[in-house]
């Protein structure tokens, strides 16, 4: 049997080290960058190849920061290899995955050379402030018309796609959108959240939130195959962008109405197409059919320098 003594010094052994690998990436990052972890309008922080440190605010848009030291982000980048049970290297200079919780589990992605000039690295920081339909509405990304319409599409149980380029508040307006879900939804309806980071929140009171894991080898497509069996009403997706999208198309389509999912297209129509194309991914021929079966509403939203929230929702599409 083991020795719970053994056990008991090897956790922690694990929380000692654990906690001297926070201790350093906040120490590399300093308190300025650190800082914006706390700050619940902060949408990403970026560290260009030149050194320099950008921040994205909502309504506020990209402002430099501060500037880090490359020899300082490749630290960081081992770092967050061995925080992923990793190892980051000029044949391996990728490193991928969530953030330490002290760090928010915030969505982490960086390379180095011979990849870029310098380390490079992208954190996306979760949501902490949802807003809602109204919220857009008054801010002047959705029309009064706008928001009647996704109201309504959502109270006739529609699948809703959100459409958008990097950055333009995809999953923002999916939090807006499963805002009004759980205003309307009670015990009866089991809402089932799929994604790889934790950013989609929904406060339905019968809810339940699935993460992939690459590292074990549960992918999106394996969980909502999972889905199924866990008698979802409403079933939410992070973005879609592989061959998932397929077996998303197919839970829609099986009597599970009413789902809210991402994707990235310039368009409505082009969503349609890339959904297609994500689901030959898998060895099927067009699925198009299906795809027109299974998604009835497209919301394009897109950024917008010119527009005082710096972005909009252009287009509503409804395809049935």
């Known amino acids: 049997m083991p020795n719970p003594a053994m056990i008991h010094s090897i956790d922690k052994a694990k929380a000692e080290a654990h906690v001297r690998l926070v201790e350093q990436m906040r120490r590399i990052l300093g308190g300025g960058i650190c800082a914006v972890f706390e700050d619940p309008s902060a949408v990403e922080i970026m560290l260009n190849d030149d050194g320099h440190v950008l921040v994205e605010r909502h309504g506020e848009g990209i402002r430099e920061l501060t500037t880090l030291h490359p020899q300082k982000a490749l630290n960081f980048l081992g770092l967050m290899a061995a925080y992923r049970d990793t190892v980051v290297a000029g044949d391996r200079p990728i490193v991928e995955g969530a953030m330490p919780t002290e760090f928010r589990r915030a ?84 809402i089932v959240i799929i994604e790889d980071t934790p950013e989609i929140v929904c406060q339905a009171p019968n809810t339940v939130q699935l993460l992939a894991n690459d590292d074990i080898g549960i992918d999106m497509t394996r969980l909502l195959k999972l889905t199924l069996r866990l008698r979802p009403d409403r079933i939410f997706v992070g973005e879609v962008r592989d061959r998932a999208a397929l077996a998303l198309l197919k839970a829609w389509n099986t009597g599970h109405p009413g789902g809210l999912a991402t994707l990235h297209a310039d368009n409505p129509e082009l969503a349609l197409e890339r959904l297609d194309v994500l689901c030959q991914e898998a060895g099927v021929p067009s699925q198009m059919r299906l795809i027109q079966e299974a998604v009835h509403v497209v919301v394009q939203i897109e950024r917008d320098t010119s527009h005082p929230a710096r972005r909009r929702v252009s287009a509503i599409r409804f395809f049935h």
């Not at 050379?113 to 002047?140: C, H, M, N, Q, W």
């Not at 529609?158 to 950055?167: D, E, F, R, W």
Request: charged letters at 20%.
């Open 107 to 190: 969505r982490f992605a960086g390379c180095i050379p011979p990849l870029v000039s310098a380390p490079t690295f992208s954190i996306r920081l979760p949501t902490t402030k949802v807003l809602s339909l109204e919220d857009y509405e008054k801010a002047g990304i959705l029309t009064i018309e706008q928001r009647l319409q996704l109201m309504q599409a959502i109270e006739e149980r529609k699948n809703i796609l959100v459409s958008g380029g990097t950055a333009s508040g995809k999953t923002t307006l999916l939090n807006a959108l499963s805002g009004h879900v759980a205003h309307l939804a009670g015990l009866d309806q089991r």
